[in-house]
């Protein structure tokens, strides 16, 4: 049986009478709806922030493959930024989802997302790279049950920069800011593109590629839900009961 009520913070696709998508892109909508999640425009606009922030950077270091392990103290600090939103991101989920463990969480914690949003299976394309077109997949390692190397470099580096210090490359700075995209991605759909605006200036291509104007990365999401995993609710009529909202069992 369908799921007859949507996740807290996490989408999933919809059924819809021509097929399936992850959700709709007008404004009344349950992802935009304060009980599904009330910071919505700030964890978009924080994105959007670093984003702006790394392709600043690229005035300075051609993004090509020549230049993966280039580091600077720029790229650093740019890395922190990126993996400490992450990681907030993640704990939002979490949290609102009710999932409690005594003591710090780290990417074990983390990790549970994963099954709850497929993001191992995200696929991130960037248009302007030196070499031609360029897919990442920022949690690829989650899908055979590995930690992320980026972000175990994070934590290399924020903890002894002195004899880490190459581990802030640009490499690790891609795949920190990719996986911020595809977590906010896995929160909020269409939204991420628009951070001032409900959803616009989208294009879906033949091959289920998302893009934007306004976005460094473009976008295909997982197409392995089973028909149990996948959404079916009319939001009309859900969004005027008490709760229309579950919790994911993390």
Known sequence: MKLNRPYNRIIRPLSLPDGYAYGYSEEETYLADNRYANDRYEVIRAYHILQKDLIELFEY???????????????????????????????????????????????????????????????????????????????????????????????????????MFHKASLENLLLAVGAVFSIVFAQFHMFIFSPLHPPMGYHISDAREISSKDTLFSIILPDTWTEEETYDFDWRTLRTVATPFQSFNF
Do not use: C
């Not at 999932?99 to 997302?113: E, F, Q």
């Open 61 to 163: 270091v051609e993004p090509s493959d020549g230049n993966l392990n280039a580091f600077s103290h720029r790229i650093y600090e740019l890395l922190l930024r990126a993996s400490t939103e992450f990681e907030m991101n993640a704990k939002k989920i979490l949290v609102a989802n009710n999932y409690s463990r005594a003591g710090s969480w780290n990417i074990t914690d983390y990790y549970k997302i994963n099954s709850a949003t497929k993001l191992s299976e995200y696929r991130l394309f960037i248009n302007i790279w030196g070499n031609g077109r360029k897919e990442i997949m920022p949690f690829h390692e989650w899908s055979q049950g590995h930690s992320l190397s980026w972000y175990a470099d994070y934590n290399s580096v924020k903890h002894n920069r002195h004899d």
